[in-house]
């Protein structure tokens, strides 16, 4: 007996044509997928969830006198003369090329370069070709290059044929060595012998009912083999019932889990006790250096709302670069430390540690708080003494790097933690903070915006906040991409800009593997700028190796106009803040990532003047590249382009999680399954909020908190 749980490894047992080898190898795969650490661990669930990438219409084959140029279909042929030719100046090229008859007219399929498929089709054999066809008016007859193709041997088993002719079949991936026929086999009777009362049903029958969804087994069954009677177009577009059924699923799961969780968050002990009374508001007022936005105020209420209420807070607060985040920050953290408490604030960078103490210096300067730096290139007396400032209860602010909520700096009495630039890692940062028996409310702020779907699905367990307006003033940044040709006349431009008095950044990327040729690229360049190009002009550098003082020397002249060009690697990418600077010209463009490009560009176009981004890029660059680029030109939006960069790399490259193999979803897609998306968070919500008492739905609950990874064996 087949069931979900049973190891793959295991399978030769039970399913014909399966042999030890070929279970082994199918293990092997799987597991590496599903990223589980052994071939044991990998179950046929895993398998069933290895799904089709597209669906053939095979129950009416299209015959070659019915084929049009530029039709796209499924067609058998008998291989009639087949071999292997060389093309090109120097006879570089191997082609590999037969023609094919149906009976009712002749066609020619070639590859590029393989030409050991000469083993593979043999005259005489029957072969399946799927692809575009083309018309090829030179040879006068229909063509497909590259096909996909099924060898069909003449099945002695009937039953055997049953599977891949004359109805509606998957097309696998090649999983390891094993191709698409050979994995349709072994779905086949996979889910013949599948012992289907192990897979009882887990969603509520009602919601079944009114969104009418069938059932799982079915849903798993018809994924693999579409039945007759639907549409195949819905199939390959993911839209089938079957699919609507799984992707539902997983969303649920997963947002019921996030729901649940964040009312067990609402329903922890609150560490701290904060009130605002008049004295507090006068004293928020008090630090304002200028006028709030609606869209800052609107958040401060809402993060104040959270400090003062009996639950802790867990907040992710949006905006995109230079919308104004840090000064509602730094409200919230008068309002904690006006009831007597230590706050904290976290940067990615000590750069930009250095920048938010010189600027909250300068907000609290009429008060009486300290603020102090905190960061691992302290010297270790430095830093004794202020880990026990700090326990002593003597600074009421520390900003530094992860460093400040390690193991021995002990606050004595710490109310507020704020978290800049660092969604990735702010979640854990809190865990960790719990760990240590603290119970600070927590502010995560980030500028790179995560499309909401992405946010709701990962961080349901945060509320979230967002400034969607920019200060007053701003001219929206004209950015432009340019070639190596276009040098010259951007050099008077950016010595047009500094004459007018605004400043310029110039910004190397990781050009070569290592750091070290990187520091080396952007150091010659700023020799040569100053010697050669802008010699009246006074350029710094800034570079990652620097130590803090000369860091901070660097940014300090120019800040203060001192220096009019930065030349610099990518340390100033996160929150740097000149307001007189207008230009930002990046180098090589072509090899940075949507986030970085936009956190650079958000560098700029903080003052009144209007401000350029300058995209240079040598050579070819690859389509994704230049599609990124051509995005950048056309918006600011920090929002519409996290989109498209969900659209372009998918979620785990995003978060950050594809290197560790970790998948979020099996089936469903949050780009393409919107509707589906939005349904499944209406629908737990609605689950919790109505029927949280019904024993169907408390069995629910309990397993979703039990089970860490909403697997479909697992659940139900
Ligand atoms: P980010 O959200 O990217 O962290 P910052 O907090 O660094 O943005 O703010 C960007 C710039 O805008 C800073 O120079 C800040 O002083 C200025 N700023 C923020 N809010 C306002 C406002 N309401 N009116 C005018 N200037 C503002
Ligand atoms: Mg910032």
Same mark, same amino acid.
């Given at each position: 007996?087949?069931?979900?749980?049973?190891?793959?490894?295991?399978?030769?047992?039970?399913?014909?044509?399966?042999?030890?080898?070929?279970?082994?190898?199918?293990?092997?795969?799987?597991?590496?997928?599903?990223?589980?650490?052994?071939?044991?661990?990998?179950?046929?669930?895993?398998?069933?969830?290895?799904?089709?990438?597209?669906?053939?219409?095979?129950?009416?084959?299209?015959?070659?006198?019915?084929?049009?140029?530029?039709?796209?279909?499924?067609?058998?042929?008998?291989?009639?003369?087949?071999?292997?030719?060389?093309?090109?100046?120097?006879?570089?090229?191997?082609?590999?090329?037969?023609?094919?008859?149906?009976?009712?007219?002749?066609?020619?399929?070639?590859?590029?370069?393989?030409?050991?498929?000469?083993?593979?089709?043999?005259?005489?054999?029957?072969?399946?070709?799927?692809?575009?066809?083309?018309?090829?008016?030179?040879?006068?007859?229909?063509?497909?290059?590259?096909?996909?193709?099924?060898?069909?041997?003449?099945?002695?088993?009937?039953?055997?044929?049953?599977?891949?002719?004359?109805?509606?079949?998957?097309?696998?991936?090649?999983?390891?060595?094993?191709?698409?026929?050979?994995?349709?086999?072994?779905?086949?009777?996979?889910?013949?012998?599948?012992?289907?009362?192990?897979?009882?049903?887990?969603?509520?029958?009602?919601?079944?009912?009114?969104?009418?969804?069938?059932?799982?087994?079915?849903?798993?069954?018809?994924?693999?083999?579409?039945?007759?009677?639907?549409?195949?177009?819905?199939?390959?577009?993911?839209?089938?019932?079957?699919?609507?059924?799984?992707?539902?699923?997983?969303?649920?799961?997963?947002?019921?889990?996030?729901?649940?969780?964040?009312?067990?968050?609402?329903?922890?002990?609150?560490?701290?006790?904060?009130?605002?009374?008049?004295?507090?508001?006068?004293?928020?007022?008090?630090?304002?250096?200028?006028?709030?936005?609606?869209?800052?105020?609107?958040?401060?209420?809402?993060?104040?709302?959270?400090?003062?209420?009996?639950?802790?807070?867990?907040?992710?607060?949006?905006?995109?670069?230079?919308?104004?985040?840090?000064?509602?920050?730094?409200?919230?953290?008068?309002?904690?430390?006006?009831?007597?408490?230590?706050?904290?604030?976290?940067?990615?960078?000590?750069?930009?540690?250095?920048?938010?103490?010189?600027?909250?210096?300068?907000?609290?300067?009429?008060?009486?708080?300290?603020?102090?730096?905190?960061?691992?290139?302290?010297?270790?007396?430095?830093?004794?003494?202020?880990?026990?400032?700090?326990?002593?209860?003597?600074?009421?602010?520390?900003?530094?790097?992860?460093?400040?909520?390690?193991?021995?700096?002990?606050?004595?009495?710490?109310?507020?933690?704020?978290?800049?630039?660092?969604?990735?890692?702010?979640?854990?940062?809190?865990?960790?903070?719990?760990?240590?028996?603290?119970?600070?409310?927590?502010?995560?702020?980030?500028?790179?915006?995560?499309?909401?779907?992405?946010?709701?699905?990962?961080?349901?367990?945060?509320?979230?906040?967002?400034?969607?307006?920019?200060?007053?003033?701003?001219?929206?940044?004209?950015?432009?991409?340019?070639?190596?040709?276009?040098?010259?006349?951007?050099?008077?431009?950016?010595?047009?800009?500094?004459?007018?008095?605004?400043?310029?950044?110039?910004?190397?990327?990781?050009?070569?593997?290592?750091?070290?040729?990187?520091?080396?690229?952007?150091?010659?360049?700023?020799?040569?700028?100053?010697?050669?190009?802008?010699?009246?002009?006074?350029?710094?550098?800034?570079?990652?190796?620097?130590?803090?003082? @000369?860091?901070?020397?660097?940014?300090?002249?120019?800040?203060?106009?001192?220096?009019?060009?930065?030349?610099?690697?990518?340390?100033?990418?996160?929150?740097?803040?000149?307001?007189?600077?207008?230009?930002?010209?990046? @180098?090589?463009?072509?090899?940075?990532?949507?986030?970085?490009?936009?956190?650079?560009?958000?560098?700029?176009?903080?003052?009144?003047?209007?401000?350029?981004?300058?995209?240079?890029?040598?050579?070819?660059?690859?389509?994704?590249?230049?599609?990124?680029?051509?995005?950048?030109?056309?918006?600011?939006?920090?929002?519409?382009?996290?989109?498209?960069?969900?659209?372009?790399?998918?979620?785990?490259?995003?978060?950050?999680?594809?290197?560790?193999?970790?998948?979020?979803?099996?089936?469903?897609?949050?780009?393409?399954?919107?509707?589906?998306?939005?349904?499944?968070?209406?629908?737990?919500?609605?689950?919790?909020?109505?029927?949280?008492?019904?024993?169907?739905?408390?069995?629910?609950?309990?397993?979703?908190?039990?089970?860490?990874?909403?697997?479909?064996?697992?659940?139900?």
């Amino acid at each position: 007996m087949i069931t979900l749980t049973t190891p793959i490894e295991k399978l030769d047992i039970e399913l014909p044509r399966v042999g030890k080898k070929t279970a082994q190898a199918l293990a092997d795969s799987i597991a590496l997928l599903n990223a589980c650490p052994s071939r044991e661990q990998a179950k046929v669930e895993h398998l069933l969830f290895y799904l089709p990438m597209r669906y053939e219409d095979r129950s009416n084959l299209a015959k070659i006198g019915d084929l049009a140029d530029g039709m796209e279909a499924a067609v058998a042929v008998e291989i009639k003369v087949a071999g292997n030719y060389k093309v090109g100046k120097a006879n570089q090229h191997k082609i590999f090329e037969f023609s094919g008859e149906d009976g009712t007219g002749r066609i020619r399929a070639f590859w590029w370069n393989q030409p050991f498929l000469e083993k593979t089709f043999t005259r005489g054999s029957h072969v399946i070709l799927f692809g575009q066809w083309k018309y090829d008016t030179y040879r006068n007859s229909l063509t497909i290059e590259n096909p996909d193709y099924e060898i069909i041997d003449k099945e002695t088993d009937p039953t055997q044929e049953a599977i891949h002719m004359g109805r509606c079949v998957p097309v696998y991936r090649k999983l390891g060595d094993i191709r698409t026929k050979q994995l349709r086999t072994i779905m086949h009777n996979l889910l013949e012998l599948l012992d289907f009362s192990t897979l009882s049903e887990n969603l509520p029958p009602q919601l079944l009912a009114r969104n009418n969804f069938i059932n799982r087994a079915d849903a798993l069954k018809q994924i693999h083999f579409p039945p007759e009677y639907v549409a195949l177009e819905t199939y390959n577009r993911a839209q089938s019932p079957a699919h609507r059924r799984l992707i539902f699923e997983e969303f649920f799961w997963l947002l019921l889990a996030l729901a649940v969780k964040r009312t067990e968050r609402h329903q922890e002990p609150k560490g701290t006790s904060i009130e605002v009374n008049d004295q507090v508001r006068q004293a928020v007022l008090n630090i304002l250096p200028f006028k709030p936005t609606n869209a800052q105020k609107r958040v401060l209420k809402e993060i104040v709302e959270d400090l003062t209420s009996n639950r802790p807070m867990n907040r992710l607060l949006q905006g995109d670069v230079g919308a104004g985040k840090t000064i509602v920050a730094a409200q919230a953290i008068v309002v904690a430390i006006e009831n007597g408490y230590q706050t904290a604030l976290m940067v990615p960078t000590e750069i930009l540690a250095e920048q938010h103490t010189r600027n909250l210096r300068k907000l609290f300067a009429k008060t009486n708080y300290r603020v102090e730096l905190l960061t691992g290139s302290l010297t270790a007396r430095e830093k004794r003494a202020i880990k026990a400032d700090i326990k002593a209860n003597s600074i009421q602010l520390v900003v530094g790097t992860h460093a400040i909520i390690q193991d021995d700096v002990e606050f004595h009495k710490l109310g507020l933690v704020v978290i800049d630039e660092q969604h990735r890692f702010g979640v854990m940062q809190r865990a960790e903070l719990i760990r240590r028996g603290y119970r600070p409310d927590v502010l995560v702020m980030t500028a790179t915006p995560i499309p909401r779907s992405l946010a709701m699905t990962v961080y349901g367990d945060l509320d979230v906040s967002i400034i969607d307006e920019l200060p007053p003033g701003r001219t929206p940044i004209e950015t432009r991409v340019r070639g190596e040709s276009s040098r010259p006349k951007i050099y008077q431009f950016i010595a047009e800009e500094v004459r007018q008095g605004r400043q310029i950044y110039i910004v190397y990327p990781l050009v070569e593997e290592s750091e070290k040729m990187d520091l080396a690229a952007a150091t010659k360049m700023a020799e040569i700028l100053q010697k050669d190009v802008f010699p009246h002009f006074s350029i710094a550098l800034l570079h990652g190796r620097m130590k803090p003082q @000369e860091k901070e020397e660097v940014m300090r002249k120019f800040l203060a106009c001192e220096a009019q060009i930065l030349v610099s690697t990518t340390v100033i990418e996160v929150g740097v803040d000149v307001p007189n600077a207008s230009v930002m010209m990046i @180098e090589h463009s072509d090899r940075f990532g949507f986030s970085q490009l936009h956190q650079l560009r958000g560098r700029v176009g903080r003052g009144a003047a209007k401000s350029y981004c300058i995209l240079m890029t040598g050579g070819v660059k690859s389509k994704e590249a230049s599609e990124r680029l051509r995005v950048l030109e056309q918006t600011t939006d920090g929002f519409k382009i996290s989109e498209k960069d969900l659209e372009l790399r998918g979620p785990g490259e995003i978060l950050g999680t594809r290197q560790s193999g970790e998948q979020i979803f099996r089936v469903a897609n949050i780009v393409r399954d919107r509707v589906l998306l939005d349904l499944a968070r209406q629908e737990s919500e609605f689950l919790l909020a109505v029927a949280s008492d019904d024993p169907f739905t408390k069995k629910l609950i309990e397993k979703v908190l039990t089970q860490p990874k909403f697997g479909l064996a697992s659940i139900g």
